[in-house]
């Protein structure tokens, strides 16, 4: 494998980052300015992905298909549901920060289900990034309503808890977002219409804004960036790829405070900066029994 990435792989990686930070900004508007309710946005914008990948579904069945879906569903509908009811109270540059949470969750999760071994370098990523995101949500007056942070860290902690798994499973990245966007419909349909009103409403109200959210989330991030980071991971080497995506929770930082607002005090920057710290030792070791891709966060 090459030594190191080529400027065309780069000017890819930076894509990715800049639409996966661009997303948590353009989901709190989603969700908060234009009102949408969170169980629904996630909906709307599995239909999209269905609706580009729905080819997919139709090459056959992959093996052990209720577990795909079930882990598929972790990973996105029931992970980014979490995230964006968190969104409506809670800023975009503090969710991307919690957002990091999921590395060293993913570690200790493989630890205890996949016999995973830590050594004391990814130990101590593990606690500083810990420790980061903990300071960081901890800064309310920062950061935004801490419930809402709260149901941002369950979104990632229900993400890494399946990410361990997704490396046993027999299909690829791209035809298991097909599969994840119709277990997320299966699921999230229902609990829209049961716990939510007002869906009609908030598109009716802006229905060019909600179109154009739907269209980014959908077929910009899921399927554009998403599709592009796995090829380039299936291209090259897994420890060129993944430390790039630390790059992320920077871009979700400055896009939230220029596009939003949000504001940044030394809780965040100094939890972020321990967070980031933790996150990069965490991925620059070697993992036996962890699917790289989705250690830095559930990307699906």
């Given at each position: 494998?090459?030594?190191?990435?080529?400027?065309?792989?780069?000017?890819?990686?930076?894509?990715?980052?800049?639409?996966?930070?661009?997303?948590?900004?353009?989901?709190?508007?989603?969700?908060?300015?234009?009102?949408?309710?969170?169980?629904?946005?996630?909906?709307?914008?599995?239909?999209?992905?269905?609706?580009?990948?729905?080819?997919?579904?139709?090459?056959?069945?992959?093996?052990?298909?209720?577990?795909?879906?079930?882990?598929?569903?972790?990973?996105?509908?029931?992970?980014?549901?979490?995230?964006?009811?968190?969104?409506?109270?809670?800023?975009?540059?503090?969710?991307?920060?919690?957002?990091?949470?999921?590395?060293?969750?993913?570690?200790?999760?493989?630890?205890?289900?996949?016999?995973?071994?830590?050594?004391w370098r990814r130990r101590?990523?593990?606690?500083?990034?810990?420790?980061?995101?903990?300071?960081?949500?901890?800064?309310?007056?920062?950061?935004?309503?801490?419930?809402?942070?709260?149901?941002?860290?369950?979104?990632?902690?229900?993400?890494?808890?399946?990410?361990?798994?997704v490396k046993r499973l027999?299909?690829?990245?791209?035809?298991?977002?097909?599969?994840?966007?119709?277990?997320?419909?299966?699921?999230?349909?229902?609990?829209?219409?049961?716990?939510?009103?007002?869906?009609?409403?908030?598109?009716?109200?802006?229905?060019?804004?909600?179109?154009?959210?739907?269209?980014?989330?959908?077929?910009?991030?899921?399927?554009?960036?998403?599709?592009?980071?796995?090829?380039?991971?299936?291209a090259h080497d897994a420890?060129?790829?993944?430390?790039?995506?630390?790059?992320?929770?920077?871009?979700?930082?400055?896009?939230?405070?220029?596009?939003?607002?949000?504001?940044?005090?030394?809780?965040?920057?100094?939890?972020?900066?321990?967070?980031?710290?933790?996150?990069?030792?965490?991925?620059?070791?070697?993992?036996?029994?962890?699917?790289?891709?989705?250690?830095?966060?559930?990307?699906?």
């Amino acid at each position: 494998m090459p030594k190191s990435l080529p400027l065309s792989a780069l000017g890819i990686m930076l894509f990715c980052n800049v639409a996966w930070a661009l997303n948590v900004v353009v989901s709190k508007v989603a969700v908060s300015t234009l009102g949408l309710p969170p169980l629904f946005y996630t909906v709307l914008r599995s239909v999209m992905v269905l609706a580009v990948l729905f080819p997919l579904l139709l090459r056959g069945r992959p093996a052990r298909l209720p577990l795909v879906m079930l882990i598929g569903f972790a990973v996105t509908g029931g992970s980014f549901g979490l995230q964006f009811i968190g969104l409506q109270t809670a800023t975009p540059s503090a969710v991307g920060i919690v957002n990091l949470a999921g590395a060293p969750l993913t570690v200790l999760f493989a630890v205890i289900f996949l016999g995973e071994e830590v050594r004391w370098r990814r130990r101590l990523g593990m606690a500083l990034a810990l420790g980061g995101v903990g300071l960081a949500i901890g800064a309310p007056s920062e950061a935004g309503d801490p419930v809402g942070l709260g149901f941002a860290f369950a979104g990632v902690l229900i993400g890494a808890f399946a990410s361990v798994f997704v490396k046993r499973l027999e299909v690829g990245a791209v035809s298991l977002q097909a599969w994840a966007g119709l277990a997320s419909l299966f699921v999230m349909l229902p609990a829209t219409l049961l716990f939510e009103t007002g869906q009609i409403a908030a598109v009716e109200g802006a229905p060019i804004a909600v179109a154009g959210c739907v269209l980014f989330a959908g077929l910009v991030v899921s399927v554009g960036a998403h599709s592009a980071y796995f090829r380039l991971f299936q291209a090259h080497d897994a420890n060129l790829i993944v430390p790039l995506t630390l790059l992320t929770p920077l871009l979700t930082i400055a896009f939230g405070t220029w596009l939003t607002g949000d504001t940044i005090g030394w809780s965040l920057i100094v939890g972020g900066g321990l967070a980031i710290i933790g996150v990069a030792i965490i991925v620059i070791r070697p993992s036996r029994n962890i699917f790289k891709p989705l250690l830095v966060r559930p990307r699906l």
